[in-house]
């Protein structure tokens, strides 16, 4: 069965950190792109980064640049999201999604998405 599952949600005061992880059951993240997103109450869903197959080249939202990574661990079979500086509005679910298109530029199809794990930032 393949399966994309998320950790490392939680509660965080504004200007902390937090650090998320997507594991991947079934197949191996190498051989895709991988995109985080995250949906607030009553906003639409925001791919917040995105990383290449390669790891090669990312992108990022630029609500969260230069605030947020996504780093890839092979060994592990698993692709990050470190969040620093969190802001109240980076509360949301958020999503890690896998992409045989390999490519973070264009369209972008997603074909496993995970079940999301809750980031509050609140004091």
């Known amino acids: 069965q393949l399966q994309l599952v998320e950790s490392g949600g939680g509660l965080v005061q504004p200007g902390g950190s937090l650090r998320l992880s997507c594991a991947a059951s079934?197949?191996?993240?190498?051989?895709?792109?991988i995109g985080w997103f995250r949906q607030a109450p009553g906003k639409e869903r925001e791919r917040v980064a995105c990383?290449?197959?390669?790891?090669?080249?990312?992108k990022y939202a630029d609500s969260v640049k230069g605030r947020f990574t996504i780093p890839r661990d092979s060994a592990k079979n698993t692709v990050d999201l470190q969040m620093n500086s969190l802001k109240p509005e980076d509360t949301a679910v958020y999503y890690c999604?896998?992409?045989?298109?390999?490519?973070?530029?264009?369209?972008?199809?997603?074909?496993?998405w995970g079940q999301g794990t809750l980031v509050t930032v609140s004091s």
């Open positions: 079934g197949f191996t993240l190498d051989y895709y792109a």
């Open positions: 999604a896998a992409s045989g298109h390999r490519s973070c530029l264009g369209y972008v199809p997603w074909d496993y």
């Open positions: 990383i290449s197959n390669s790891g090669g080249s990312t």
